[in-house]
């Protein structure tokens, strides 16, 4: 069975650094773009930043600079390296995977930044 496995979240202070990783795994032949959303309690998703399978990339204008988005496609694995962390970028973030098995959304992972 297809999946996404996140991995990286958790607490860390306000101008700090954390690396989230989302591994593809199971009947995938292919992943095309990945990416990243995030979620506040109460509200909708939304975007990050996404890559495409060639590497190109796009980001909420509100987080450019301070956060990249990468791949490794022999791995089928997204990153998200997340710098100079505020505390309003707390929030459950999910990967997510347009794959030949179909759109995968991955667990979520809580990032909590402190003041």
């Known amino acids: 069975q297809a999946q996404l496995v996140e991995s990286g979240g958790g607490l860390v202070q306000a101008g700090g650094s954390l690396r989230l990783s989302c591994a593809a795994s199971?009947?995938?032949?292919?992943?095309?773009?990945m990416g990243w959303f995030r979620q506040y309690p109460g509200k909708q998703r939304e975007l990050v930043a996404t890559?495409?399978?060639?590497?190109?990339?796009n980001y909420a204008a509100s987080l450019k600079g301070r956060f990249t988005i990468s791949r490794d496609n022999a791995k089928m694995t997204v990153y998200l390296q997340m710098n100079s962390l505020k505390p309003e970028d707390t929030a459950v973030y999910y990967c997510?995977?347009?794959?030949?098995?179909?759109?995968?959304w991955g667990q979520g992972t809580q990032v909590t930044v402190s003041s």
């Open positions: 890559i495409t399978q060639g590497g190109s990339r």
């Open positions: 997510y995977a347009e794959t030949t098995s179909g759109t995968l």
């Open positions: 199971g009947s995938i032949f292919s992943v095309n773009a």
